[in-house]
């Protein structure tokens, strides 16, 4: 199978050969990883139990779901990735917002996935052949799995999308009998000795349905994108893909989550989890959790370092595809790393969601926002602009960015920074909201109500929506969505 070629430029008509149940495909088999499962171990560590903890998850997901599938259609019409057709509403500099954006929102998930996966691999190791559990193992099972992971990342989205239809039937499976393995030992209490994180049950149940739940399609911000420009708008409906979407988001995150809360509980893991995971585990079990955390971590990790590397691309349009991806494996590498040796798992996986989501959801209601106002229609090369190294074009604005946009989107990211509350911080607007963090909400409130109000009354395709002008590329994203 040949390298991906294709950065951020706009994907030819003949190349866009997916349709929604590929996206489908990508979005569950992709998920079906330690490093999303981790998630639904967050609210018994908080101190939930299995009806709070489930019902915080599923609510999070629906709201998270509900704001980020729509912006799948936004590159179905644009032939690239997400951040890039942002340009048409922040200028095509500005949309330099989205790229770093998705830049720490992957880069986070990446090491994540690669942390938990490898924990959870040495664990089984240790058990399963005996080998030391020590620093020295622990480093030479990150570095195998992040080498794994740039294969799949660096040959791109062909290769990506035959590993996760593999994934989503074999990681079922695995997942449906660690169920089996870890149900006679299912309690719906949390772990002896875990208070409410928050001191009271429903301001903690809120941080879990923000921490555990909407993070999870909040990650897929600026992720969409990747997969929904290879779908040919002439051949599929945007109804079609919105719906996939949905289904992709819903069940590729919830499956995971759900399996992480009821395997938490039957192991009593509060402080930890890859370790009380192993430890419980019965012994005709390790080898295929060894398994999943092998195969569903260079799926998952493998993914968003692809979308790591396009957002470094769009960045740095001199870098390339390949040298991008390979210089944001060296640094999620890393994270893992300090994510191993210094940090506190639980804080250190709670503040950065929660801070990732606080900025990063005024950017998608923004986006979306612009989506609806032009219908649609979008002039597909002059998003590629600032790739080109060149100037002018309908979404040039001021200098490459679009003032109103820009300034909404601070506002309504700075809104969410001062109202969030981790671990490490608590925002000064807590007060406001009787010490729960509503950060997510009140950032994209913010940032939609103040672009609401400021955005041009005029889109750039013409008035009210007007038919898009064909570039170079002598094709431009038609048709209403």
Do not use: K
């Not at 090491?111 to 089984?124: C, I, Y």
């Amino acid at each position: 199978m040949p390298i991906e070629q294709h950065g951020v430029d706009t994907i030819p008509e003949a190349e866009r050969t997916s349709g929604p149940r590929d996206l489908v495909a990508i979005l569950l088999g992709s998920n079906l990883c330690l490093g999303v499962i981790v998630f639904g171990w967050l609210p018994v560590s908080f101190g939930l139990g299995f009806r709070g903890a489930v019902t915080s998850v599923v609510a999070g997901t629906a709201a998270g779901v509900a704001v980020t599938a729509p912006l799948a259609l936004v590159s179905l019409r644009t032939a690239t990735n997400l951040s890039t057709s942002s340009g048409a509403f922040f200028g095509v500099r500005g949309r330099l917002i989205g790229s770093v954006v998705g830049l720490l929102l992957s880069l986070g998930y990446t090491a994540l996935t690669l942390w938990v996966g490898g924990d959870v691999m040495v664990g089984t190791l240790a058990r399963a052949l005996g080998m030391p559990a020590g620093d020295a193992t622990h480093a030479v099972v990150y570095a195998v799995l992040a080498a794994l992971t740039v294969v799949g990342a660096v040959f791109g989205y062909r290769l990506l999308l035959r590993m996760s239809r593999i994934l989503a039937v074999g990681m079922i499976v695995l997942l449906a009998l660690g169920l089996v393995a870890y149900a006679p030992e299912l309690t719906t209490a949390a772990p002896a000795g875990t208070p409410y994180l928050l001191g009271s049950f429903w301001p903690t149940w809120a941080l879990s349905a923000v921490a555990a739940g909407l993070s999870g399609p909040i990650a897929f911000i600026t992720l969409l994108g990747d997969y929904t420009r290879y779908i040919s708008p002439g051949r599929h409906t945007p109804r079609s893909v919105l719906n996939a979407t949905c289904l992709g988001l819903f069940a590729g995150l919830l499956i995971p989550q759900l399996f992480g809360t009821v395997t938490a509980l039957a192991a009593r893991a509060s402080l930890d989890y890859a370790g009380p995971l192993v430890e419980a585990a019965p012994a005709w079990y390790v080898l295929p959790l060894l398994l999943a955390a092998a195969a569903g971590s260079v799926g998952n990790a493998g993914l968003m370092l692809y979308s790591m590397g396009l957002d470094l691309d769009a960045i740095v349009p001199r870098a390339g595809r390949t040298t991008a991806t390979v210089i944001v494996a060296v640094a999620a590498t890393a994270f893992v790393f300090l994510g191993h040796f210094t940090w506190d798992a639980r804080a250190a996986m709670t503040s950065f969601v929660l801070l990732l989501t606080a900025i990063g959801t005024p950017w998608a209601v923004i986006t979306l926002m612009g989506h609806l106002h032009c219908r649609g229609r979008y002039d597909a090369d002059a998003l590629q602009v600032y790739n080109r190294r060149a100037r002018g074009g309908a979404y040039w604005f001021r200098g490459g960015w679009e003032p109103r946009a820009t300034a909404a989107w601070a506002l309504g990211a700075a809104v969410g920074l001062l109202s969030v509350s981790t671990p490490f911080h608590e925002g000064p607007l807590l007060g406001l909201t009787a010490g729960v963090d509503c950060s997510f909400v009140l950032s994209g409130l913010t940032g939609g109500l103040v672009y609401g109000a400021v955005r041009p009354r005029r889109d750039r395709n013409g008035s009210g929506g007007a038919p898009a002008t064909p570039g170079r590329t002598g094709r431009a994203a038609a048709g209403a969505s």
